[in-house]
């Protein structure tokens, strides 16, 4: 293990900037020294040592890459490896990633600055780095067989070119995309403005993370790279919660979230108790006259969206994908619905041939994430995450936004959860109920029906399907 691997363990990246100083004569002569990094937590923003100065982004359960400045250029190390990621506490995957970790460091660059990065390839298969989005020479856009032929195992390339365009960027293999990225290759990209510009305020936070997706089977570390859409793993930088972290903020903040979609589908992104503005796409800064407020917006696959709001509501709100099934760890989704389905008796007689059976769902799924289950061996239950309320019944793609008066200018620590001021929390109603006023009168239509059925007809719940199709991945009960 490499010494510095061990400065990041004990010391935290708080050193980064010091460990960029801290570079070697020898390393100097040749590459920057490549900078690792193996824990999961969300590393303090590194604030620049050198260069032209600007606010750093946090990377959510991630960190920034060091550099080097040599005669002007700024000097990165990328080292495409296999890793090992804990995707939530008791869950560790086999990635492939760059620098110790997937996804990759946040490279963060001044708009102008010459960037010169060498990419060292330690995977057993060939690979390049596209920079998604940026303005480059031809040659140095990183796709393989087309600009430039693939760095084989072993080998360093250098990539050079000037940030040209501020804003908010990705970079990802463009060799064997499909297995690189499905095995958690990217990393995000931030260039800052070098002069203040029109479009681009100045935020007191300003956060970043990609949207990624894996199919990992209940047991094992691997994902399946062939998977297309059925994917069991939703994840913010190969994290799942109740694995992210929380995004802490000051009462009075205004905040800027970048997120990319390097996952096969879409992403609705909603937060909580604030409307947002899009300020900026994959194009860059979104022209005044083109924003509006929403408080959910939809990245499509390959897109950078940054928004931003001021947090002014205090309290724990909800931050996550709108696709219910993305706010859900390890499932399988050919589970037939058993809602309103009678087991009584049912389970007694398949508990003697199988001890364990347990009958879910009848009641709704809740059930599932209140249950102690015996879980294979390296997994997330379905869904997680205890709240100071009682189960949140959330996974995947889903973290929390608090907003505190108390939270110090820059603290991105975890304040805890809100303490509620007295009487403003939902509360049960013990009173009597009245009775409801109900309309007794049928349902009136557009046009009189046509041959309208004898009888009154109900829609009967139909029985489970059982035998033939495996339940697909995910728990099984
Ligand atoms: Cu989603």
Known sequence: ????????????????????????????????????????????????????????????????????????????????????????????AHLWG??????????????????????????????????????????????????QPSIQPGKTFVYEFVARRPGTFMYHPHADEMTQMAMGM?????THPKAPHPLIDEVDRDICFLLNAYDIDPGSYTPQIMTMLEFNIWSWNSRVFPGIDSLNVRYGD???????????????IHIHGHEFQVTGTDGGPVPHSARWSEVTTDIAVGQMRQIEFVADEEGDWAFHCHKSHHTMNAMGHKIPTLIGV???????????????????????MADMAEMEMPLPDNTVPMMTGEGPFGSVEMGGMFSVLK?????????YSNPGWYRHPPGSVAYEWTGALAEPARSHAAGKSAMPVQAMPQGEVQVQVRRPQTGGSKLDKGHQH
């Open 1 to 92: 293990m490499n010494t510095r691997r061990h400065f990041f363990q004990s010391a935290g990246i708080a050193g980064g900037a010091l460990a960029a100083a801290a570079i070697s004569r020898v390393a100097l002569a040749a590459l920057p020294e490549p900078v690792l990094q193996n824990a999961p937590d969300t590393m303090p923003p590194l604030a620049p040592p050198n260069g032209r100065p600007y606010r750093p982004v946090l990377t959510l359960n991630g960190w920034t890459l060091p550099w080097r400045m040599r005669e002007g250029v700024k000097e990165f190390h990328l080292v495409a490896e296999p890793v090992v990621r804990e995707m939530a506490p008791g869950f560790k």
């Open 403 to 411: 907003v505190r008066k108390d939270q110090k200018p820059g603290d």
């Open 342 to 364: 009678d087991h009584s008796g049912l389970a007694g007689r398949i508990r003697q041939l199988i001890p364990d059976y347990m009958v879910m769902g009848e009641r709704g």
């Open 98 to 147: 760059y620098n110790g970790q997937s996804p990759g460091p946040t490279i963060e660059v001044v708009e102008g600055d010459r960037v010169r990065i060498f990419v060292t390839n330690k995977l057993p298969e060939h690979t390049s780095v596209h920079w998604h989005g940026q303005r480059l020479p031809n040659g140095m856009d990183g796709v393989s067989g087309l600009t």
């Open 254 to 268: 205004k905040v800027r979230i970048r997120m990319g979609n390097l996952t096969m589908t879409n992403h609705p």
């Open 186 to 190: 990217m990393g995000m990209w931030v």
